[in-house]
């Protein structure tokens, strides 16, 4: 069982975090527009809003990882951004939402770097190290794979792994992005139940979630977002309201009272003037920045975007990221692999079309265009963006020009201006 004494709590100074009228961009466009917010120990804050609402960007704000634009990120009152990351590290945690961990490490080797920040120069863990990762690891339900490589865990053991290695930084302050995602029903109610234990003992929690009613129920302060901006805030029940879910999410609702814990919970009914998403569902294939500038184009048109496979880090995905479409992801720097090459696939039977942005194909990401391929032979209707010729992007030797060759023929259509792709895209133009 985790030691009673964990975290611990004699003598610890708690972060305060507060950002006062933060703007962040990715490249011209806001994707956080005038966000602000006050944290300090035992807030247990979720933030919620539809997909491209800038929910994990502003996290990133707070988390060092994105410089805003305008305002200011104050950790313990000094501007975040000035201060020296070692020390930023002490003070606040933070669990991404995909994380790319390194082959060739141990579970428990993970865990442990969470305690570099708090080790000198060249030194090792030592036993307490080496104990409060233990616990860390117990708190999240991994100690039993500490001996375990990291590439043979599944998606949501590898969570709860990052989860304890946030843990085991001993900080006072957790930011989490969507950390219930690959997790199970049972490890997500136990992950909450451990957080709101934190927060109890004055940990701060600040978590970006799409699931409401796990929001509702165990989230103190509720923060809203929409288009980058603050929609509402409040205890759950002040902005769980079916008003609200209608003009933030386009759905209709009955809000009740779950019957334990009298917080609001959520049933949502399908409308069909709602506000949603009425267009097609796109699939983008892309890359290398290629299809940053389709991404937000089509979700204002109304289109459900996904897009893949996409190497984590790269332009286009840190772009999918902000704007929170579902991607196909491998990790940076590698070639794809089948099971990413699954997701795509899978990312495309769903699609009613697939845009083939001019993305550079070398051997890591051939297999995109074989993507492609499946989804005319499925019968998907695919495009094919091109304001220059494929010989220019083929590093393959050839074998990039052959199989877009073979797309044409197989019956996709070729765009050469961005503006006529998106309107056939979106079902604005002639097919």
């Known amino acids: 069982m985790p030691s ?3 975290p611990r709590v004699e003598g610890k100074r708690w972060s305060t975090l507060e950002a006062r009228e933060v703007h962040a961009a990715y490249y011209r466009d806001d994707v956080v527009a005038g966000m602000n917010i006050e944290v300090s120990a035992g807030d247990f804050i979720a933030i919620v809003g539809p997909n491209g609402s800038g929910k994990t960007s502003f996290l990133k704000t707070l988390s060092r990882a994105l410089r805003p634009r305008e305002g200011v990120v104050l950790l313990e009152g000094e501007d975040v951004y ?6 930023v590290a002490r003070n606040m945690a933070l669990v991404p939402q995909d994380s790319s961990l390194s082959f060739g ?12 920040p708090h080790l000198g120069r060249l030194q090792g863990a030592g ?10 690891m117990e ?3 991994v100690w039993h794979l500490a001996d375990r490589q990291v590439n043979e865990l599944s998606g949501g053991e590898r969570q709860r792994v990052i989860i304890a290695q946030a843990l085991a ?8 992005d969507e950390p219930t995602q690959h997790l199970d029903i049972n ?13 109890s003992r004055g940990v701060a929690v600040i978590m970006v979630m799409h699931d409401l009613n796990l929001a509702s129920q165990y989230c103190d302060r509720i923060i809203v977002m929409l288009k980058g901006r603050e929609y509402a805030r409040g205890e759950p029940a002040q902005v769980l309201t079916a008003g609200v879910l209608r003009e933030v999410f386009g759905v209709g609702s009955i809000v009740t009272r779950h019957a334990v814990t009298g917080r609001p919970h959520v049933v949502f009914l399908p409308t069909s003037d709602a506000g949603a998403a009425t267009g097609p569902r796109v699939h983008l294939i892309c890359g290398g920045a290629s299809g940053a500038s389709f991404m937000r184009e089509l979700l204002e048109r109304g289109c459900y975007l996904t897009a893949g496979v996409l190497n984590l880090g790269d332009g286009d995905e840190e772009v999918g990221r902000s704007l929170e479409i579902r991607m196909a992801t491998e990790s940076p720097f590698s070639h794809i692999s089948d099971a990413a090459h699954r997701d795509n696939l899978e990312l495309v039977r769903q699609a009613d079309a697939v845009v083939l942005s001019d993305v550079h194909v070398g051997p890591g990401n051939l297999v995109n265009l074989e993507a492609a391929a499946t989804a005319l032979e499925w019968g998907k209707r695919v495009y094919l963006f091109s304001p220059r010729p494929v010989e220019e992007r083929d590093h393959t030797g050839g074998a990039a020009r052959e199989l877009y060759k073979r797309l044409l023929d197989m019956g996709a259509v070729e765009c050469r201006e961005k503006e006529e792709l998106i309107e056939l895209v979106s079902g ?4």
Do not use: I, K, Y
Not at 82 to 87: H, N, Q, S, T, Y
Not at 105 to 116: D, Q
Not at 169 to 176: E, R, V
């Open 187 to 199: 490890h997500q109610l136990s992950l909450l139940e451990m957080l709101s234990s934190m927060c």
């Open 105 to 116: 490490f141990t579970a428990l080797e993970v865990v442990l770097m969470g305690r570099n």
């Open 169 to 176: 930084q001993d900080t006072g302050l957790l930011l989490l």
């Open 428 to 431: 604005e133009g002639e097919p």
């Open 4 to 6: 009673p004494e964990w």
């Open 139 to 141: 708190r999240a339900n």
């Open 127 to 136: 036993p307490e190290d080496l104990e409060l990762a233990r616990q860390a």
């Open 82 to 87: 000035g201060l020296p990351a070692r020390r």
